[in-house]
């Protein structure tokens, strides 16, 4: 039963492709759960007219059915098939075109109020309603009335139906247009001249087939658009704004230009699609190295952030600021990345002057060396101009060197080596040391052997400075320490607290009052916090004056950098002119016929 | 420095984020008793914001530090909201030059907290039009100013579509699907943008060419057969946009058959662009001021239908408390609404669209003169501009208002539309107004 019902779903299908396939879904079920009409039209109401009209096909001899089904327009495999026999083979069948009727079969026109009845064959004992005779006698069966169905005269020639669309201005109310199921044409009624009376709670939309509704309600939110990109939308706006954008549409009306079939995602341009997918898929920034070459900064507002360490304007802090964006290569110089391929992203998250003020600040061993390399850094961009940039990139991307820049990188690569020793002599970098090692030519080595020994020598300076900035950062903790639990002290506290670094607080005018009050209140609340976790909690006063010591750090900074910044300025001349005389040795080398550069062409070795 | 215990499943380092405990575990300013709710914020930033501006760099610093403490960037989203201030107010404290360890404050406040500017990134188009639909900020005024052109140019063959936004033409690629799909023969689609400056650049920016983005529009309109022209004059707000308003008087001279109401329809469409013309209080001329002048003009253009979609906040108060309130008393809605879609803290996405809230508030509270960009009005205002430009309301048809309830039922469920005095819709998060859209004809 449920075989031959399911078989006969395309022959009962509703002239739309879409129904057809919710019908095959169901009509197992149907199939098999057939006993009683009226049984399913209870569970099922939507399912109202298949399901009849199935129950009558798996209880009839099929004799009638094939009538049925003979007025249907043709289903797709058997118009594949003719298309097949009459023309060159297609590689994709469209679904077919509504309305393109058998000219013999019989039209008929039908008003709305008739199309649209539901009840033109009426039960005389329950008044029950049915739209066709097949159905009623069905019913009647049910009554013990007197039932006949109709059986197919085998020598009759059953002509098949085709109804009109009763709207004059439709297209298919012209008969050649006609369609070829009563069904079909009560849908196609409803929907483009009916009254939208269904609407989806979750998103708004209306529709005026109780089951179209119902097969939206089904996947509404669950609906995704994607692009031949690979990108999926849930939304058709989003997805139609990121159409109009994406690379996919290029390509694809490269190749077609007019795509008929826009929306439908292809499975063909898949290929195509998810190259272009790197690109398009906007978490991944760095993604590809070309985007970095804008964010490279003209050379002058490298020079300028470089001194503005102790600059207050805003325009240079705006620089300030923006400088990690701006130069992400030279983030290699101080926090070497294991993977190259990696670089970009890692570098454009932890931009590397974040990474040195964490160094500053959250390591005091390290806090020498992370300076000078600080000072190293800005020193060196303020003295080496326009070229800069463009190194900077084609160190950090390790390929496609040409000869002439060959020069600056190894001045870049002295330079940085030089400046960032105590970093690479920590164990977590001991690898890209390795390799870095391994690229060298035995001069360089020698080179930079004497180099790191100079270098190391001159750490005595970084320590000076590393020392200025831990007095300063013990300054706030100890502080801090003296505040005492009981509120009454509290003000004066913060009052030197604050005044230790800014001086006191003296002002008395109403508004500061106010604040005072409010100031008051809330160094209660932080300290007695301070006093439920015991009195000796001294990460928790770290992390109340984190900042506030933060701001003493880049004041001490300024300081301590203000002394010793001669000191370091020395110190690079002093690696450049190393660098430079490594240079000539290098090219030296590249003259003989070893023929790379540090960025790690495996050849070299 | 947040106990992560709980979430076995994802490591926070490993992918690459900053620590973020589940949302039940978010360590919010409970520890600091009531001070995190958003009132005290609110009272700290006012106090702060009157400390700068008496030159109390002690006070201030006091305040700022209070603040940081109980503002972290990574908090909630009154937190967040509170840190945006606060970097407003130290940039504004730098800017003013008479507390200058203030400014050291602020660079450090920055790399403490890992706060990247948003201003320097450049949006490719498709990242942009990722970013205007996070939430429907954009998407209310697209959908609704797109129903009501597509009402006022049934009929016309050619439209003249004179686009003026701060999204850089995301709204086209809906209008030219709806126009695709209403219109049997849709009519030649004639755009025209005004290209920014370098100078009048404000986030998003854009990693491409105005001539490139026109290039990918047409292309896509071809797609959708539809017919269109792209323009790019470059014109600014700075100036009150004159170069395109000449521009659109010598097109009218012309070709006289295209001026409306004849053949060719003109739809000049505002989307969150005209608050950003000089009002009075900058305008060296103050009467007319730019923005009546600006709308004077273009109503001699008689255009057939001017689609104005703005915010609904009033951030011209040339006092600055005044405009801190009434700035923090709006700009929480974008933190409030980004918890409601984005949980993950470390997504650019959210980076970014935060970066650019931040960039405005920034520019709001720490700018003055000609350099504060934002100078948003309420609709009231607003509204009032545009009669005494001898501009009536047109009304948003029903099918329009079913379409953005529609666009805003597939958003979270915070937003909702309002219809205030007939004719006006107004976007609102919780109820509280946020973006107002109007749709004008010459009275």
């Given at each position: 039963?449920?075989?031959?019902?399911?078989s006969?779903?395309?022959?009962?299908g509703?002239g739309?492709?879409?129904?057809?396939e919710?019908?095959?879904?169901q009509s197992?079920a149907?199939?098999v759960?057939v006993?009683?009409?009226?049984?399913?039209?209870h569970h099922?109401?939507?399912?109202?007219?298949?399901q009849l009209l199935?129950?009558?096909?798996?209880?009839l001899?099929?004799?009638?059915?094939?009538t049925?089904g003979a007025?249907?327009?043709?289903p797709?495999?058997?118009a594949a098939?003719?298309?097949?026999?009459?023309?060159?083979?297609?590689?994709?069948?469209k679904?077919?075109?509504p309305g393109?009727?058998?000219?013999d079969?019989?039209?008929?026109?039908?008003s709305?109020?008739?199309l649209?009845?539901t009840?033109?064959f009426?039960?005389?004992?329950?008044?029950?309603?049915f739209?066709?005779?097949q159905?009623?006698?069905?019913h009647?069966?049910?009554?013990n009335?007197p039932w006949?169905?109709?059986?197919?005269?085998?020598n009759?020639?059953v002509?098949?139906?085709?109804?009109l669309?009763?709207?004059?201005?439709?297209?298919?109310?012209?008969?050649?247009?006609?369609?070829?199921?009563?069904t079909?044409?009560?849908?196609?009624?409803?929907?483009?001249?009916g009254?939208?009376?269904?609407?989806?709670d979750?998103?708004?939309?209306?529709?005026?087939?109780?089951?179209?509704w119902?097969?939206?309600?089904k996947?509404?939110?669950?609906?995704?658009?994607?692009?031949?990109?690979?990108?999926l939308f849930?939304r058709?706006?989003?997805?139609?704004t990121?159409?109009?954008?994406?690379d996919a549409l290029?390509?694809e009306?490269?190749?077609?230009?007019?795509?008929?079939?826009?929306?439908?995602?292809?499975?063909?341009?898949?290929?195509?699609?998810?190259s272009s997918?790197?690109?398009?898929?906007?978490?991944?920034?760095?993604?590809?190295t070309?985007?970095?070459d804008h964010?490279?900064p003209?050379?002058?507002s490298?020079?300028?952030?470089g001194g503005?360490?102790?600059?207050t304007?805003?325009t240079?802090?705006?620089?300030?600021?923006?400088?990690?964006?701006l130069?992400?290569?030279?983030a290699a110089?101080f926090?070497p990345?294991q993977?190259?391929?990696d670089h970009?992203?890692s570098?454009?998250?932890?931009p590397?002057?974040h990474?040195?003020?964490?160094?500053?600040?959250?390591?005091p061993?390290n806090?020498g060396?992370?300076?000078?390399?600080?000072l190293?850094?800005?020193?060196?961009?303020?003295?080496?101009?326009?070229n800069?940039?463009s190194?900077?990139?084609?160190?950090?991307?390790?390929?496609?060197?040409?000869g002439?820049?060959?020069?600056?990188?190894?001045?870049?690569?002295?330079?940085?080596?030089?400046?960032s020793v105590?970093?690479?002599s920590?164990?977590?970098?001991q690898?890209q040391?390795?390799n870095m090692?391994?690229?060298m030519?035995a001069?360089a080595?020698?080179?930079?052997a004497a180099?790191?020994?100079?270098?190391?020598?001159?750490?005595?300076?970084?320590?000076?400075?590393?020392s200025l900035?831990?007095s300063?950062f013990?300054?706030g903790?100890?502080?801090?320490?003296?505040?005492?639990?009981?509120?009454g002290?509290?003000?004066?506290s913060?009052?030197?607290?604050?005044?230790?670094?800014?001086?006191d607080?003296?002002?008395d005018?109403?508004?500061?009052?106010?604040?005072?009050?409010?100031?008051?209140?809330?160094?209660?609340?932080a300290?007695?916090?301070?006093?439920?976790?015991?009195s000796?909690?001294?990460?928790?006063?770290?992390?109340l004056?984190r900042?506030?010591l933060?701001v003493?750090h880049v004041?001490?900074?300024?300081?301590g950098?203000?002394?010793?910044i001669?000191?370091?300025?020395q110190?690079?001349g002093a690696?450049l002119?190393?660098?430079?005389s490594?240079?000539s040795?290098r090219?030296?080398?590249n003259?003989m016929?070893?023929?790379?550069?540090?960025?790690g062409n495996?050849?070299?070795? | 420095?947040i106990?992560?215990?709980?979430?076995s499943?994802?490591?926070?380092?490993?992918?690459?984020?900053?620590?973020?405990?589940?949302?039940?575990?978010?360590?919010?300013s409970?520890?600091?008793?009531?001070?995190?709710d958003?009132?005290?914020?609110?009272q700290?930033l006012?106090?702060?914001?009157?400390?700068?501006?008496?030159?109390d760099?002690?006070l201030?610093?006091?305040?700022?530090?209070?603040?940081?403490?109980?503002?972290?960037?990574?908090?909630?989203?009154?937190?967040?909201?509170?840190c945006a201030f606060l970097?407003?107010?130290?940039?504004?404290?730098?800017?003013?030059?008479?507390?200058?360890?203030?400014?050291?404050t602020?660079a450090r406040y920055c790399y403490?907290?890992?706060?990247?500017?948003?201003?320097?990134?450049?949006?490719?188009?498709?990242?942009?039009a990722?970013?205007?639909?996070?939430t429907?900020?954009?998407?209310?005024?697209?959908?609704?100013?797109?129903?009501?052109i597509?009402?006022?140019?049934e009929?016309y063959s050619?439209?003249?579509?004179?686009d003026?936004?701060?999204?850089?033409?995301m709204?086209?690629?809906?209008?030219?699907?709806?126009v695709?799909?209403?219109f049997?023969?849709p009519?030649?689609?004639k755009?025209?943008?005004?290209?920014p400056?370098?100078?009048?650049l404000?986030?998003?920016?854009l990693?491409l060419?105005?001539?490139e983005l026109?290039s990918?529009?047409v292309?896509?309109a071809?797609?959708?057969?539809?017919?269109?022209?792209?323009?790019?004059?470059?014109?600014?707000?700075?100036?009150?946009?004159?170069?395109?308003?000449?521009?659109?008087?010598?097109?009218?001279?012309?070709?006289p058959?295209?001026?409306?109401?004849a053949?060719?329809?003109?739809?000049?469409?505002?989307?969150?662009m005209?608050?950003?013309?000089?009002?009075e209080?900058?305008?060296?001329?103050?009467?007319?001021?730019?923005?009546?002048?600006?709308?004077k003009?273009?109503?001699s253009?008689?255009?057939?239908?001017?689609v104005?979609?703005?915010?609904?906040?009033e951030?011209?108060?040339?006092?600055?408390v005044?405009r801190?309130?009434s700035?923090?008393?709006?700009?929480?809605?974008?933190?409030d609404a980004?918890?409601?879609?984005?949980?993950?803290?470390g997504?650019?996405q959210r980076?970014?669209?935060?970066?650019?809230v931040c960039?405005?508030?920034?520019?709001v509270?720490?700018q003055?003169?000609?350099?504060?960009?934002?100078?948003a009005?309420?609709?009231?205002?607003?509204v009032?501009?545009m009669?005494?430009?001898?501009?009536?309301?047109?009304?948003?048809?029903?099918?329009c208002?079913?379409?953005?309830?529609?666009?805003?039922?597939?958003?979270?469920?915070?937003w909702?539309l309002?219809?205030?005095e007939?004719?006006?819709?107004?976007?609102?998060?919780?109820?509280?107004?946020?973006?107002?859209?109007?749709?004008?004809?010459?009275?």
């Amino acid at each position: 039963m449920a075989t031959s019902s399911s078989s006969s779903v395309p022959f009962f299908g509703m002239g739309r492709e879409e129904v057809d396939e919710q019908m095959k879904q169901q009509s197992a079920a149907i199939g098999v759960g057939v006993g009683v009409g009226g049984l399913h039209h209870h569970h099922h109401p939507h399912l109202h007219h298949h399901q009849l009209l199935q129950h009558s096909s798996s209880l009839l001899s099929n004799s009638q059915l094939t009538t049925a089904g003979a007025q249907q327009p043709p289903p797709p495999l058997s118009a594949a098939s003719s298309a097949a026999g009459s023309g060159p083979p297609q590689p994709k069948k469209k679904r077919n075109q509504p309305g393109n009727p058998n000219p013999d079969a019989e039209v008929i026109a039908l008003s709305p109020k008739t199309l649209m009845a539901t009840n033109r064959f009426i039960c005389e004992v329950c008044n029950k309603g049915f739209q066709r005779e097949q159905n009623l006698q069905l019913h009647r069966r049910g009554h013990n009335l007197p039932w006949k169905l109709k059986q197919k005269n085998k020598n009759e020639v059953v002509k098949r139906k085709v109804y009109l669309c009763p709207e004059p201005t439709c297209v298919h109310h012209e008969a050649s247009r006609a369609l070829g199921d009563l069904t079909g044409i009560k849908k196609h009624y409803s929907r483009k001249h009916g009254e939208k009376k269904w609407k989806c709670d979750k998103c708004a939309k209306r529709y005026a087939v109780q089951s179209d509704w119902k097969a939206h309600s089904k996947t509404c939110g669950t609906r995704e658009y994607r692009c031949d990109c690979g990108t999926l939308f849930s939304r058709r706006d989003s997805f139609i704004t990121h159409r109009a954008f994406c690379d996919a549409l290029a390509q694809e009306s490269a190749r077609n230009p007019t795509p008929s079939h826009f929306f439908t995602g292809a499975a063909n341009n898949m290929t195509l699609g998810i190259s272009s997918s790197t690109a398009a898929d906007i978490l991944r920034l760095g993604g590809s190295t070309g985007q970095f070459d804008h964010l490279l900064p003209p050379p002058p507002s490298l020079g300028a952030a470089g001194g503005g360490s102790s600059t207050t304007t805003a325009t240079s802090q705006q620089q300030f600021r923006n400088q990690p964006h701006l130069s992400p290569s030279s983030a290699a110089f101080f926090m070497p990345q294991q993977d190259t391929s990696d670089h970009h992203q890692s570098s454009y998250h932890q931009p590397f002057h974040h990474a040195l003020m964490q160094q500053f600040s959250s390591d005091p061993n390290n806090a020498g060396g992370a300076a000078a390399n600080q000072l190293f850094n800005l020193g060196f961009d303020s003295t080496t101009t326009n070229n800069n940039n463009s190194n900077m990139t084609l160190f950090a991307n390790n390929n496609n060197h040409s000869g002439g820049d060959h020069q600056h990188q190894m001045m870049m690569m002295g330079s940085s080596t030089g400046g960032s020793v105590p970093l690479f002599s920590s164990s977590v970098h001991q690898q890209q040391m390795n390799n870095m090692v391994a690229h060298m030519s035995a001069t360089a080595l020698l080179q930079k052997a004497a180099q790191m020994g100079s270098t190391t020598s001159s750490n005595p300076n970084a320590t000076t400075s590393a020392s200025l900035l831990r007095s300063a950062f013990a300054a706030g903790p100890n502080n801090n320490n003296n505040q005492k639990s009981s509120s009454g002290e509290k003000q004066p506290s913060l009052g030197t607290f604050g005044g230790s670094f800014f001086g006191d607080v003296d002002t008395d005018n109403g508004s500061s009052n106010n604040l005072h009050d409010l100031m008051n209140s809330f160094t209660a609340a932080a300290n007695n916090n301070n006093n439920n976790n015991g009195s000796s909690s001294s990460s928790n006063n770290k992390k109340l004056t984190r900042d506030f010591l933060g701001v003493g750090h880049v004041a001490a900074a300024v300081r301590g950098i203000a002394t010793t910044i001669s000191q370091q300025q020395q110190q690079v001349g002093a690696a450049l002119e190393r660098s430079s005389s490594l240079d000539s040795e290098r090219n030296n080398n590249n003259s003989m016929g070893s023929h790379s550069s540090f960025g790690g062409n495996p050849s070299f070795q | 420095m947040i106990n992560n215990s709980n979430s076995s499943n994802s490591d926070p380092v490993r992918a690459g984020l900053p620590a973020r405990p589940w949302p039940g575990l978010l360590p919010t300013s409970k520890s600091f008793g009531n001070f995190g709710d958003a009132n005290c914020m609110e009272q700290l930033l006012v106090h702060c914001a009157n400390a700068i501006q008496s030159n109390d760099a002690t006070l201030a610093q006091q305040i700022l530090w209070v603040l940081n403490n109980i503002a972290p960037p990574d908090g909630d989203s009154n937190q967040r909201l509170t840190c945006a201030f606060l970097r407003a107010l130290v940039a504004r404290a730098a800017k003013t030059g008479t507390c200058k360890i203030l400014a050291t404050t602020a660079a450090r406040y920055c790399y403490n907290n890992n706060l990247l500017p948003l201003s320097t990134h450049r949006f490719s188009a498709i990242e942009l039009a990722t970013f205007v639909d996070l939430t429907p900020w954009h998407r209310f005024g697209f959908t609704a100013a797109n129903a009501a052109i597509l009402d006022s140019i049934e009929g016309y063959s050619s439209v003249h579509l004179v686009d003026l936004t701060s999204t850089h033409c995301m709204q086209i690629p809906t209008l030219i699907d709806a126009v695709a799909s209403r219109f049997e023969s849709p009519p030649l689609i004639k755009l025209t943008v005004a290209a920014p400056t370098d100078s009048s650049l404000r986030p998003p920016v854009l990693d491409l060419s105005y001539e490139e983005l026109g290039s990918k529009l047409v292309n896509f309109a071809r797609s959708r057969n539809v017919a269109m022209e792209f323009r790019v004059i470059p014109s600014t707000h700075s100036d009150g946009f004159s170069t395109l308003i000449d521009h659109l008087r010598i097109h009218h001279l012309l070709y006289p058959e295209a001026t409306p109401p004849a053949a060719e329809a003109l739809v000049i469409n505002c989307h969150m662009m005209l608050h950003y013309i000089e009002d009075e209080s900058t305008a060296i001329i103050a009467s007319p001021s730019p923005r009546d002048a600006f709308l004077k003009s273009i109503r001699s253009l008689e255009p057939t239908i001017v689609v104005v979609v703005d915010e609904d906040v009033e951030l011209t108060a040339g006092n600055l408390v005044c405009r801190l309130r009434s700035a923090f008393n709006y700009f929480w809605i974008p933190f409030d609404a980004v918890d409601a879609f984005l949980p993950a803290a470390g997504s650019k996405q959210r980076q970014w669209y935060e970066a650019e809230v931040c960039w405005r508030i920034e520019n709001v509270i720490a700018q003055e003169g000609m350099q504060r960009v934002e100078r948003a009005e309420g609709k009231a205002r607003w509204v009032q501009r545009m009669r005494n430009a001898a501009f009536r309301e047109a009304a948003f048809g029903e099918d329009c208002v079913a379409e953005v309830r529609g666009m805003l039922g597939e958003h979270a469920a915070g937003w909702g539309l309002k219809k205030e005095e007939e004719d006006q819709l107004v976007l609102t998060w919780k109820g509280h107004n946020v973006v107002f859209a109007t749709a004008w004809v010459p009275a």
